[in-house]
């Protein structure tokens, strides 16, 4: 099975996973706890909270969402179209002009409907 | 993936420890490494900051710790250690404790990516111009994890606007790289930059395309959410926004990744665009002048003409990133914050559909590169007018939408 690199990254990953908690751990050893009711409200510029912190967001975060899947899965495909285009040549030029502009008109459409505007 | 002279020193001291140990070995020397050495470079950044702040606005800046107020962020961070943790009641635990370890992480891993000379890097992976750019989307999910857990509106809201600023960001920032990988035809970093071996005037940034080097720099800004596009925690309508139920070593760890970030991403202008660890003629100074050489046989020491070179490219490097980051800092102090609509507006509005023109632009350039000289020029030419043409063209709609609107209201 060919890894590479990815043994390394993976074991980087893990310990500078770890390197926070430890960091947590000492300042939980080290830190003088002093507590009282108040300290443990949330913050509300002084004021008691009141209602449930987690509202309801709006809609329009979720047409970027959608919208950032489409181009993202655009920009990933066209990593290998970049990376091939010495071989392609102009078949991969005309090809990939096609793809890009039908994404780029998908962009003026949502952009006329109003998707992108934010309120 | 364990070097050389790893093996060989485990070799010459009789260690036969298999290589998956060696392996593990070779990770936490890494990984020590990687900590010190970031550490350093944002107990500096932090210090720098305030500095430059300071003068911006002319005050004088930390001064009392240490000479010249150096030890200043040292003393910060040994206060955050010894501040009480506080978990206000309905947050969720779990979350609000792994939240400062996801934001920390990928910014972590990413150093281990970053070339500091030819020699110098720990990771050169194939695939690394995609894979930095993978790494760090992931600490916005640390952001998002950190407002929701949080049990704090402000912080909700900090968390989500993060959201919605880094998806929209990010894909004009891997676009205008995708026009350096076209160019050069890999995605490996050192290449990258072996292909900027030349005089400045012809590193990525100012010969090829500059257009996806501005895009890359507003984008990186927005990516590690500085002003003018630090609407995650805008102090003025969210307190600290997704940070403002954080405390002690929690918020340290925050502070701390924000300013890693800013390094790599400083790190990665310059490594895409700015020729990375050359001198600004080409390969090193020392060598192209001989004085490697000329030290080396004067002092008669072999490999030491090598070593002059390898710090003169991590001079190099660093002298360039740091004046992105002091550019970063400058708009800091300079410009004004953006509104929401603003700043969605402006990426997908201008940014994403500059970004793809200019990836035609860069392809037409490619393509007939090669066989016609002439063609070439004119290409260059083309790619310039429509460039700044398109360029004025937007903003003049922008502006002029803009006035009309205030006319008619």
Redesign the interface.
């Known amino acids: 099975m060919y890894l ?2 990815f ?3 993976f ?3 893990v ?3 770890s ?3 430890v ?2 751990a ?3 050893v ?5 507590p009282t009711v108040l ?7 002084g004021m008691t ?1 009141f209602g449930d ?3 309801q ?1 709006d809609v329009k ?1 979720y047409l ?2 959608l ?2 899947i489409l ?2 899965i655009e ?1 990933v495909f ?2 290998p179209w ?2 091939a ?2 071989k392609l ?2 078949f991969g ?1 005309v090809e ?2 096609l793809f ?1 502009g039908i ?2 008109l998908g ?1 003026v459409y949502a ?1 006329r409907k109003g998707a ?4 | ?1 364990v070097p050389a002279w790893l093996t060989q020193l485990l070799q010459a001291l009789h260690l036969s420890i298999g290589p998956e140990l060696s ?2 070995l ?3 020397i ?2 020590t490494g ?2 010190i050495l970031g550490q350093a470079a944002v107990i500096f950044m932090v210090l720098m900051e305030r500095k430059v702040l300071a003068w911006l606005t002319q005050r004088k800046g930390p001064n009392r710790v240490g000479p010249w107020g150096l030890l200043q962020t040292l003393a910060d961070g040994v206060k955050l ?10 947050q969720d635990k779990l979350l609000f ?1 792994i939240a ?2 996801i934001f ?2 990928p910014v ?2 990413l150093y ?1 990516l970053i070339p500091f000379t030819d020699k110098l890097l ?5 695939t690394g111009a ?1 894979f930095v750019f993978a790494l760090s989307s992931i600490s916005v999910v640390g952001i998002v994890l950190a407002g ?1 857990a ?8 900090g968390g ?1 606007r993060s ?2 600023q880094a ?2 960001y ?2 004009p920032l ?2 205008s790289v ?1 026009a350096v ?2 160019y050069t ?3 490996n970093i050192q290449e990258i930059l072996t292909a900027q071996n030349a005089p400045f005037w012809k590193w990525f940034g100012i010969w090829l395309t500059p257009v996806s080097f501005l895009i890359f720099l507003i984008s990186s800004i927005a990516e590690v959410n500085r002003i003018p596009f630090d609407l995650p925690e805008a102090e003025s309508e969210l ?1 600290s926004g997704y940070n ?2 954080y405390t ?3 918020f ?2 925050f502070f701390l990744a924000e300013y890693a970030a800013l390094f790599a991403m400083s790190a990665l202008t310059v490594i895409f665009f700015f020729g990375g660890y050359y001198s600004p003629i080409g390969g090193t100074l020392c060598h192209t002048f001989g004085w490697d050489r000329a030290f080396e046989s004067a002092v008669n020491l072999p490999g030491l003409g090598q070593l002059m070179q390898q710090f003169e490219m991590i001079t190099w490097g660093l002298l360039k990133t740091y004046i992105f980051i002091f550019i970063a800092m400058w708009l800091r102090g300079t410009l004004p914050r953006l509104k ?2 603003q700043l ?2 402006f990426s ?2 201008f940014l ?2 500059l970004s ?1 023109i200019n ?2 632009m860069v ?2 350039e ?2 007939w590169q090669d066989t016609n000289e002439v063609v070439y020029g004119y290409l260059w030419a083309f790619v310039l007018v429509f460039g700044i043409g398109g360029f004025c063209w937007t903003m003049s709609r922008f502006f002029t939408r803009k006035l009309q609107a205030r006319f008619q209201s």
């Open positions: 590479g690199w043994p390394l990254i074991l980087l990953i310990f500078a996973a390197m926070p908690f960091l947590m000492l300042a939980q080290v830190q003088i706890k002093s300290k443990y409200t949330a913050y509300e510029s909270p912190a987690r509202i967001f975060f970027y969402a919208l950032f181009f993202d920009t066209l990593f970049a990376m285009f010495g040549g102009l030029l990939m002009f890009i994404l780029l962009l952009w992108l505007r934010w309120q | 993936m392996l593990v070779w990770g936490i890494l990984f990687i900590a250690l010894f501040k009480e943790d506080i978990m206000t009641t309905g404790t400062p370890a920390f992480l972590f891993v281990a720990a990771i050169p992976l194939p995609l929701w949080s049990n704090n509106k402000y912080s909700l809201l989500m959201a919605a998806i929209s990010e894909i891997v676009l995708l990988v076209l035809g890999t995605m307190v403002t139920e002690g070593m929690k340290a760890l929401p609509d969605m507006g997908w509005k994403i559909p793809l990836i035609f392809a037409l490619r393509q």
